[in-house]
């Protein structure tokens, strides 16, 4: 690369790290929290009429329709609306940019979703983050004083959280909303597999907004995210988007799937029984140790070796998990998706194997 192209790049372009994907390819895929249910074949191609999509046409781009169901699906109120995105990650991503701002800051919990970060940091945003405590509990008190210190145009909390998997006590996320000045993005994307929602809060908080996302429910290849807030907010929010950033075809499957709701929450069901049985069998082992969940994942941590053997030994298997051990709250810790029974018993069996 020739210097006068070189110099036209922003000057961090370096020290910016790539995200990583390992090739899945033939493995027992256990790393990305997706749902391991396949819809079919015979299902994806058979409920959607062909007359109902014309690819040839730009899509919706104001996403009418699918906004409307999802209103209905949630609840959500007249006084709020919803922005859909290209997945959450996008959604991250125009509000960083609505309020890309010299001197704001983003803050975050830490460990946490690695995006908020990532994001804030490609945007131009300052980042400050507040360690959770060992149990992974909000320390709430060094929020609010952080929050009091850097007075943070946007916070991001995951509930629950990843990678930890556990949900943070709503009286806490609540003090945290009422002592900002800005914006606090609850991201709900594990919400099928806790039950727990602040949709309901969203009546009584101007600076609350909600992220979902259908990835998790078993749609993760349409790349469907949705953001909930005040009317006045959404859409200044929504001036940032790039037009018809959701296909035509994302937008229908999802609308279908969300009228075949009890379809998917019979998989999340299923989901969360393997996740227990999961977690009781991951307990057995002595070596590890393994932390509550109430998402569809399980962190658990290496007591006796080295975080990254154990997932060389794994790959080696063809079974992809995830590794955590380079975050300094994680050490040499590991992340499961839950997976079929199959699957998990490969995964458990694999694991005492790779400990031995």
Same mark, same amino acid.
């Given at each position: 690369?020739?210097? @006068? ?26 790393? !990305? ?9 015979? %299902? ?29 699906? /949630? ?44 994001? $804030? ?26 929050? !009091?210190?850097?007075?943070? $145009?946007?916070?991001?909390? !995951? ?18 909303? +009422? ?18 929602? %602040? ?14 996302? /259908?990835?998790?429910?078993?749609? !993760? ?17 929504? @001036? ?24 998917? $929450? ?7 029984? %393997? ?5 009781? +069998? ?33 790959? @080696?298997?063809?079974? /992809? ?32 194997? $790779?400990?031995?």
């Amino acid at each position: 690369m020739n210097n @006068k192209i070189k110099n036209f790049f922003r000057s961090d372009i370096d020290e910016i790290k790539e995200y990583e994907i390992l090739d899945s390819n033939g493995m027992v895929k256990l790393d !990305a929290m997706e749902n391991p249910f396949d819809l079919g074949l015979e %299902f994806q191609t058979s409920f959607i009429p062909s007359s109902e999509i014309n690819i040839n046409r730009y899509p919706d781009g104001s996403c009418k329709n699918l906004i409307n169901k999802l209103k209905s699906n /949630l609840s959500v109120s007249e006084k709020d609306n919803i922005l859909i995105g290209n997945g959450s990650d996008e959604l991250i991503q125009i509000i960083c940019m609505a309020f890309q701002k010299e001197g704001n800051v983003v803050l975050c919990p830490e460990p946490t979703f690695s995006m908020y970060k990532n994001i $804030a940091k490609f945007v131009g945003l300052k980042f400050e983050s507040v360690f959770l405590r060992e149990d992974f509990s909000l320390d709430v008190d060094n929020m609010c004083e952080s929050i !009091a210190r850097h007075d943070p $145009a946007i916070i991001f909390l !995951a509930y629950p959280n990843n990678p930890t998997g556990n949900i943070w006590q709503k009286s806490d996320l609540k003090k945290i909303i +009422e002592s900002t000045n800005g914006i606090v993005v609850i991201d709900e994307a594990y919400r099928p597999f806790s039950g727990v929602s %602040f949709i309901e809060e969203m009546r009584n908080y101007e600076n609350l907004l909600i992220m979902g996302t /259908l990835s998790k429910n078993g749609l !993760a290849g349409l790349r469907l995210g949705y953001l909930i807030g005040k009317q006045n907010i959404i859409r200044k929010i929504n @001036k940032l988007r790039l037009p018809f950033n959701v296909n035509s075809i994302s937008q229908r499957v999802s609308e279908l799937m969300l009228d075949k709701g009890d379809y998917l $929450a019979s998989q999340a069901k299923d989901i969360i029984k %393997f996740r227990e049985l999961m977690i009781a +069998e991951m307990r057995k082992i002595e070596k590890i140790e393994v932390y509550d969940s109430s998402t569809n994942f399980v962190l658990f941590k290496i007591k006796e070796g080295s975080a990254s053997h154990v997932f060389d030994v794994l790959l @080696k298997k063809k079974i /992809l998990i995830k590794d955590m051990s380079r975050n300094s709250m994680l050490d040499n810790c590991l992340r499961v998706t839950v997976g079929t029974e199959k699957e998990n018993k490969l995964f458990i069996q694999s694991l005492e194997n $790779a400990l031995n």
